[in-house]
């Protein structure tokens, strides 16, 4: 039997009762795996389905955004702290939290291990202050920072209750006079 015969009496196998202007189709099904993934893909949609509509087990949109929403202020505590809150801290414990968030946020890069200021940041040591000299606006600078001075606002990465105590910190710095400290900047600061 030749060749020819051969694939006209596969093709005759194959072949449906189904004609339309004289073309005949064959039955050619899909390979398996393309067929297990389509059967894979509609039980894991009913599953989906139980899991959400059926059975409202899960969250839909809105509520998975308010839970998340949730567990990031608890994580970085981004509550505004009230007026009245915003106080110099002078306990020991507070500072050294302060220098450690100093250090955990690269202050230093502009302002100097010691806040003796560098080619970018001014000196926090001296009396002279850019941004004011109490500790509400050392706060608001490190809160809401100065863009045209290069400052960055700490508000999207820091609590209110961390940058008060940075900000307690960078008041401590006053006076130190350090090694290598930047040039006066800025206003002096009346006592």
Known sequence: MSQENKNSELHDDKLMDHEYDGIKELD???PRWIMAI???TIGWSILYAAYFFWLKVGDDQDAEYVRKSQKHEQKF???????DDLVLLTDAEAIDEGKAIYGEMNCFACHGMNGE???IGPNLTDEYSISGCDFKSVFNI???GNPAKGMTAFKG????ERIQKVSSYVITLKGTNPANAKAAQGEKCEE
């Open 28 to 30: 050619n099904p899909p």
């Open 38 to 40: 389509f059967y894979i």
């Open 77 to 83: 505590q981004m509550v505004n702290m009230s007026s």
């Open 117 to 119: 200021g560098n080619a």
């Open 142 to 144: 490190i809160k809401n």
């Open 157 to 160: 990465q820091l609590s209110d």
